[in-house]
T-cell receptor, first 114, second 112 residues
Framework: SAVISQKPSRDICQRGTSLTIQCQVD?????MFWYRQQPGQSLTLIAT?????????ESGFVIDKFPISRPNLTFSTLTVSNMSPEDSSIYLC???????????FGPGTRLTVT | GQQLNQSPQSMFIQEGEDVSMNCTSS?????WLWYKQDPGEGPVLLIA?????ELTSNGRLTAQFGITRKDSFLNISASIPSDVGIYFC????????????FGAGTILRVKS
């Protein structure tokens, strides 16, 4: 497995502002992903964070709203831009190491937009 | 897109009872993963299944990868209060490291 940390663990933000969430892994990983979990719902993939290139976004998610960076093999950020109350969710990063099929999740960032 | 149908949606069982939940899909998956999520935490990987027909155990947990590659089940034997949480199945297409498709989750509550 991998030790994954996310910052912040939670935040309350005002409508129209932006928040950047950090994901740090204790060792190099092959793949990093960002998921959203809306209240009482399952997990939905936002994008795959690609090291050194633009992220690959899933249908319904766009770079202007959720810009992602991955400068190296242990760190990624997700920004939630121009927030609205509908963005209130838990945001989770996950990682895959080497050629494994197993995906491990961080503790999540609980975002509330007022 | 691919969808996973997970059932039951919730369960309220007596401590000591066995639990069974399953996921089905119209799509064929190469890997099935089962996760547990506690309140305020990220999902924790319980079991990973790689081959059709594979049966894998992890303590009191047993999971199987369906022969058709379109379904999987998870059994928990002799449930205890700490089994409370939300259990998710996830299917993976294609090569290693590929994205996951999640089921809606099964909420497990245990009466002590």
């Amino acid at each position: 497995s991998a030790v994954i940390s996310q910052k912040p663990s939670r935040d309350i933000c005002q409508r129209g502002t932006s928040l950047t969430i950090q994901c740090q892994v204790d060792s190099q990983v092959t793949m990093m992903f960002w998921y959203r979990q809306q209240p009482g719902q399952s997990l939905t993939l936002i994008a795959t964070a690609n090291q050194g290139s633009e992220a690959t976004y899933e249908s319904g998610f766009v770079i202007d709203k959720f810009p992602i960076s991955r400068p190296n093999l242990t760190f990624s950020t997700l920004t939630v831009s121009n927030m609205s109350p509908e963005d209130s969710s838990i945001y989770l990063c996950s990682v895959v190491r080497g050629d494994s099929y197993e995906q491990y999740f961080g503790p999540g960032t609980r975002l509330t937009v007022t | 897109g691919q969808q996973l149908n997970q059932s039951p949606q919730s369960m309220f069982i007596q401590e000591g009872e066995d639990v069974s939940m399953n996921c089905t899909s119209s799509s064929i998956f190469n890997t099935w993963l089962w996760y547990k999520q506690d309140p305020g935490e990220g999902p924790v990987l319980l079991i990973a299944l790689y081959k059709a027909g594979e049966l894998t155990s992890n303590g009191r947990l047993t999971a199987q990868f369906g022969i058709t590659r379109k379904d999987s089940f998870l059994n928990i034997s002799a449930s205890i209060p700490s089994d409370v949480g939300i259990y998710f199945c996830a299917g993976q297409l294609g090569e290693y490291g590929n994205k996951l498709v999640f089921g809606a989750g099964t909420i497990l509550r245990v009466k002590s």
